[in-house]
């Protein structure tokens, strides 16, 4: 091993290390798709695993994991912010609607449709998406007990206006 060690491995520095270990965290383990992804990179495969292998033991190593580790997580938080995909989110206005389009007051038979799979395909979005929305909300209505009661209100109201909608056509 180098004296430095910061210094790259097959080419492979540090912060590109901590930025690849942000763009394969979805392949886990899948060492295949870690080496495509390090292809797209412009890293062959040899170069990655012995790079991966490299900084792996750095981080580990006694002799080296201070330095090692308090760099690679100033360069893995940057990575995150730049490369990692942003959770959904929502207005206040879109999260009463999305809300309201999956409840609702009627009775069978005349039970109005509230099923998330046709909210979703109506704001173009999927069901992880969804709840990457909806944790956002829940997590801020928690936390904020006016803005709670202002939600609330708007959705009963909402829902009360999509029912009697919907209520008026059938």
């Known amino acids: 091993m ?78 995150l912010l730049l490369h990692s995909e942003r959770a959904a989110t929502a207005t206040m206005d879109a999260y009463v609607e999305m809300s309201a389009m999956i409840r609702t007051e009627t009775q069978e038979p005349r039970k109005r449709p509230a099923d998330v799979k046709s909210m979703c395909q109506a704001y173009g979005i999927d069901e992880k998406k969804w709840v990457e929305i909806s944790r956002h909300w829940v997590t801020k209505l928690t936390h904020d007990p006016a803005l709670f009661a202002t939600y609330s209100d708007r959705l009963r109201k909402r829902v009360l206006e999509m029912d009697e909608a919907y209520l008026s056509r059938t």
């Not at 060690?5 to 763009?23: C, D, I, N, R, T």
Request: aromatic share 8%.
């Open 2 to 79: 180098s004296a430095d060690p910061l210094k790259p491995v097959a080419g492979v520095s540090l912060q590109k290390y901590a930025e690849l270990a942000v763009k394969m965290r979805a392949a886990g383990n899948d060492r295949e798709a870690c080496a495509q992804i390090a292809a797209q990179e412009g890293i062959h495969r040899l170069a990655w695993e012995h790079a991966m292998v490299e900084w792996n033991s750095r981080l580990r190593s006694e002799a080296t994991r201070g330095a090692v580790v308090a760099a690679y997580f100033k360069h893995y938080q940057r990575a």
